[in-house]
């Protein structure tokens, strides 16, 4: 009312001094200005507007002014905990400006009493969610404060607690808006206790798999950044245990969700808390290879490897270099070692740099590397005797005659019946 009557003096004044043509651009502009659209005329709709995008500039203006200043200040400190904050509640800080400005708007122009009202309580739930909004990420700071817990319950279960605590914040922050919204938060969660129970039903993996999630981190069985081996599930290192799934990187760079209870029901190897890594070869030499030769390689191998520091010695590790074994075609030495390291590259080195010491002295001990293989050995004999027929007795030669005589007698008997 006040804007009201402080513009019609303006405009009486204004008559009274002012020429004609621009009494009537005047004239002209003040009937556009007090027509409207939505309850609102296009002066406050106008006025609305200008405020607002004047709020947005003075945003920016104070997100490179304020906002980097405390930014600064809060580098200039030792303890990273208020520099963690402030980048935390920097982002909630560039709509206060925002805020602000739709408030005065609202304040200059008469929209009702019952808009009014709304716009009010519009106003409010804004604040509000930025105050739990800035409070939820403002929680990532406390991360420093927990520090002292990530050797007792591990980073993950610090990690939980803080996700946690968000998102009841957050929930607590739609509450308050659903209250001054004259929405009653009470029955609504009793009706939603009820609903809870149906949708537990129908979403058991989902608590299954948060339950595992709980044991994994309890039971410490695997970290963030460790070598994880599950058979038939995954392998490679862990990078983030979630509420539902935990994220395994493969060696191949590929991400892999893996549901919790899977990894919760598997048998998972933890290869990063390996106390030392070992080198387990089976290697054969040939049979021509004479005892000494044999003694010389097992005494110059097992020296090579106590003689070298990045091997672990006996009782802190096994170490042995024996004759093992018979094969078929090679007689085989067992050789069974740990190193200090557990790096992967380095192991590898050290293996590399084992391999070619183990030839070297096969090489020196005369005798060589056995493969597969099968010997025929032939025996010359004398030519073996052709087999003949045994000579013929007088007996049998006489025996026969009868035998042919008395054929041809029955022969020719049964020749004089017919005739």
Same mark, same amino acid.
């Given at each position: 009312?006040?804007?009201?009557? +402080?513009? !019609? ?6 008559? +009274? ?10 004239a ?10 939505? /309850?609102?005329?296009?002066g ?35 303890? +990273? ?35 009014e ?5 519009? =106003?409010q739930s ?39 605590l ?24 009793? /009706? ?43 392998e ?58 044999? %003694?010389?390689?097992?005494?110059e191998?097992?020296?090579?490897l ?17 004759i ?6 090679s =007689? ?6 740990f ?5 992967? /590259?380095?192991?590898?080195?050290? %293996?590399e ?14 005798? /060589? ?9 032939? !025996? ?13 007795s ?6 026969r005659q ?7 007698? %029955? ?9």
């Amino acid at each position: 009312m006040e804007n009201n009557m +402080q513009l !019609q003096q303006v405009a009486a004044w204004f008559d +009274q001094n002012a020429p004609q043509w621009a009494r009537d651009a005047w004239a002209y502009l003040s009937s556009i200005w007090y027509e409207g659209a939505y /309850g609102l005329t296009y002066g406050q709709i106008i006025t609305i507007v200008g405020i607002v995008l004047f709020s947005l500039v003075i945003r920016g203006l104070f997100a490179r002014t304020f906002v980097r200043w405390i930014t600064r200040l809060a580098a200039g400190t030792k303890t +990273q905990l208020d520099d963690v904050l402030v980048k935390a509640i920097a982002t909630p800080l560039k709509i206060v400006p925002v805020i602000i400005g739709i408030y005065i708007a609202l304040q200059m122009v008469d929209i009702g009493e019952s808009a009014e009202v709304y716009a009010n309580r519009i =106003i409010q739930s804004v604040v509000t969610l930025a105050v739990f909004w800035t409070l939820a990420r403002a929680v990532n700071a406390f991360e420093y404060v927990f520090t002292s817990l990530k050797d007792t319950l591990s980073s993950s279960v610090v990690d939980w607690m803080v996700k946690a605590l968000q998102i009841i914040l957050m929930i607590l922050g739609v509450g308050a808006v659903a209250e001054q919204w004259g929405i009653a938060i009470a029955p609504l969660i009793a /009706g939603l206790g009820v609903f809870g129970i149906a949708v537990g039903l129908g979403a058991q993996d989902l608590f299954k798999n948060l339950i595992s999630g709980l044991l994994i981190i309890s039971e410490k069985r695997f970290v963030p950044g460790e070598w994880i081996l599950a058979e038939g599930v995954v392998e490679g290192t862990v990078e983030k245990i979630n509420f539902r799934s935990t994220l395994v990187r493969r060696f191949d760079k590929s991400p892999v969700y893996v549901p919790n209870s899977a990894l919760s029901d598997a048998a998972v190897t933890n290869f990063s808390r390996m106390t030392h890594r070992r080198i387990k070869w089976v290697i054969g030499v040939e049979y021509r290879t004479t005892v000494d030769q044999l %003694k010389f390689i097992r005494d110059e191998i097992e020296a090579w490897l106590w003689n070298d520091d990045r091997f672990a010695k006996p009782p802190e590790a096994a170490l042995f270099v024996r004759i093992d074994n018979f094969n078929a075609s090679s =007689i085989d030495y067992l050789i069974y070692a740990f190193t200090h390291t557990k790096d992967w /590259g380095e192991w590898l080195a050290i %293996k590399e740099e084992f391999a070619v010491a183990v030839m070297e002295i096969i090489e020196k001990a005369g005798t /060589g590397f056995a493969f597969p293989s099968q010997t025929i050995y032939l !025996q010359e004999t004398d030519p073996p005797e052709i087999m003949a027929p045994p000579a013929r007795s007088e007996g049998f030669e006489r025996a026969r005659q009868k035998i042919e005589h008395a054929t041809r007698r %029955k022969g020719y008997g049964e020749a004089e019946d017919d005739g």
